[in-house]
């Protein structure tokens, strides 16, 4: 778990050293900035997704986990329910930031692999590299969003502790076939960020979520598991 204490430090600290900048950028400086993390959000996910499409053995279940996890997420009011709590109480530039930070630093390759590889080998370099990642970032979207960003820290916490609880239980169990599946679902949403912050078209990204867990609910149900 030093891994993951050290990457949810690391967004704390980042969070409140751009929460103290906030007021001492201007407008245009944080326009600029939201703009930029627009284009590395999109970067990041096609990345992503080019990256784990090429080994996916299911190359249609992107999509239909898409479908089904924007119905289940439509239904529930997932982004409403956001708006709602956070928006209105702090503006829909912080609802927006708190759904891109938490995609950005919670749905990436290093916050899914690294507890798990922790959790089986002792090794925390992917956690130890995505702590300065999500640090730095961090500082950007605090100075960007305000220091409400902070809040995504315990919810990476109980995200990655989840993923190394699952790889103590199952050690090597875990099919590989998987977690490329999750990591292509993963790489649209946070596309789908990006345009959203480049303003280029807002997209409800938080009713999108529920199409992660599609993937896993397949592989059970196929038979596809261990």
Known sequence: MLGTVFNT???????????????????????????TMGLVAVLIGIETFVTNQAKSEFHVLFILSLAIGTVIGEGLKLQQRVDQHLGQKTGSDFASGFVTAMLLFCIGTLSIVG??????THEYTFLLINGVLDGITSIVLSATFGLGIIWVAP???????LFYIVGLVLQNTIPENLLTEIMIVGGVLIFASGLSMLN????????LLPALVIPILVFICFGRWM
């Open 9 to 35: 430090t690391m967004i704390i600290i980042g969070s409140l050293v751009g929460g103290f900048l906030k007021e001492r950028f201007p407008k245009r400086l944080q326009e600029s900035l939201l703009t």
């Open 200 to 207: 280029i078209k807002k997209i409800q990204t938080l009713n």
């Open 115 to 120: 507890p798990i590889q922790a959790a089986t």
């Open 155 to 161: 919810i990476l916490f109980g995200w990655q502790s």
